[in-house]
């Protein structure tokens, strides 16, 4: 049945090697006075922050430099980075760096205009005001927090990771400058890379993807599937920082408005018990419930596979998903994510409580097969 659709993206995206050259132009013309510069100390060691101030600098903004985000951007990150924007006077946000920076300076956002605590904000389309301005610098070709309604911070009294669905915290600017993405640590590159396979996949198979979803997420699986292990083998290789750049950025885009499923739900909660980096939960979780998805998406993961570069052509539809799930454990495996989650630290006696927060994640719903408390347990099993 037709229906309308909403859909949102950043009123200004600059991509390509040279956008943050671009940025500052925009900067230049705008009438910001006084950022928050929100990023992290591996970030401002290594000297990429560093070429965001000279930005800044040129432009004639000031600017106060937050950079505690930890890996799994904490409540008490967040609340210490609001602390220094109401002490400075700052009237807007630039966050650099991926999904970590991102995700905290959309909560800090969110607080700055809305109050109360972040925890007050979990769930879906929750605040009522529109955050502080936020321009989004990306360095890995990952999360695109950049692009989307959706962040995420773990709340750590409760040891879970809180999503938030909020079409109130979306960007000003996002910025992908892929020169800013070389030389990254190939298990970096490894591990945000299969984030973005996975927003692609799931989006794709999400009971709310639909045509406009569709195109991006088979595109993004293309482009991800090419360049990929090109990144990680040379962290120099421009064309496939470029390409995976575009690849996220699009993926970005198609679940942002198409919604995720279960494969992140369960790797959220690996993330709230064990701090694990999101990327590699994702990659390890993605073939096993897509495994059980089958059911549920055959066709569409037989089309997965043809945009991993596969010959489904002589293949049923239950064939072709099951060359999509080899191809993701092919491209899994040649990046150098870990095998198993048992490799991680990860114990049996945790999964039960996981799986129930599993279930309750927001992002459960968009799952194109319903899944039971056994299911779940079953497959954290299955992906030890």
């Known amino acids: 049945m037709l229906q309308s659709k909403r859909i949102y993206l950043p009123p200004l995206s600059l991509i390509g090697p040279g956008a943050l050259n671009d940025l500052g132009e925009e900067l230049k013309s705008s009438s910001y006075k006084k950022a928050l510069f929100v990023t992290d100390e591996v970030l401002v060691k290594i000297g990429i922050a560093e070429k965001v101030l000279d930005v800044l600098n040129n432009s004639n903004i000031e600017f106060v430099v937050f ?4 890996p799994n951007p904490t409540v008490k990150n967040v ?3 609001l602390k220094l924007l109401q002490e400075n006077k700052c009237d807007f946000i630039l966050t650099l760096g991926g999904g970590s920076p991102q995700d905290c300076g959309k909560a800090i956002g969110i607080l700055a205009t809305n109050g109360g605590n972040i925890e007050d904000y979990e769930g879906i389309h929750i605040s009522k005001n529109a955050s502080l301005p936020i321009i989004a610098i990306n360095t890995t070709a990952g999360t695109a927090s950049e692009v ?3 962040y995420v ?19 000003s600017i996002a910025v992908n400058d892929p020169t800013l993405m070389l030389d990254k640590p190939a298990s970096l590159t490894a591990a945000t890379g299969m984030d973005a396979l996975t927003h692609a996949i799931e989006t794709y198979v999400t009971k709310g993807a639909f045509g ?3 195109a991006l997420a088979l595109e993004a699986i293309k482009l991800i599937s090419q360049s990929l292990e090109k990144a990680v083998v040379d962290g120099k290789d421009l064309e496939a920082r470029s390409k995976m750049a575009w690849g996220q950025f699009i993926a970005g885009q198609a679940f942002s408005n198409a919604g995720l499923g279960f494969v992140h739900s369960m790797a959220h909660q690996l993330g709230g018990m064990y701090d694990l980096p999101h990327g590699v939960a994702n990659a390890i979780l993605l073939p096993h419930v897509e495994q059980f998805n089958i059911p549920a998406c055959s066709n569409k993961l037989k089309k997965v596979a043809r945009a991993m570069g596969i010959n489904v052509l002589e293949m049923s539809d239950t064939q072709g998903a099951n060359a999509a799930i ?11 994510i870990p095998s198993g989650l048992k490799e991680l630290g ?4 945790d999964f039960e409580e996981m799986a129930k927060n599993a279930l309750a994640d927001v992002c459960t719903g968009g799952n194109p097969r319903e899944v039971t408390l056994k299911e779940t347990i ?7």
Do not use: F, P
């Open 67 to 70: 950079d505690n985000v930890q």
């Open 79 to 81: 609340n210490n980075g």
């Open 148 to 150: 989307t309604i959706n």
């Open 153 to 171: 911070i773990t709340d750590e009294e409760r040891h879970i990771k809180m999503v938030m669905v909020d079409k109130n915290c979306l960007v």
């Open 212 to 214: 406009w979803s569709d």
């Open 326 to 336: 080899e191809a993701i454990k092919a491209l899994s495996k040649s990046v150098g």
């Open 346 to 349: 990860v114990k049996e006696k």
């Open 378 to 384: 079953s497959i954290y099993k299955a992906a030890m």
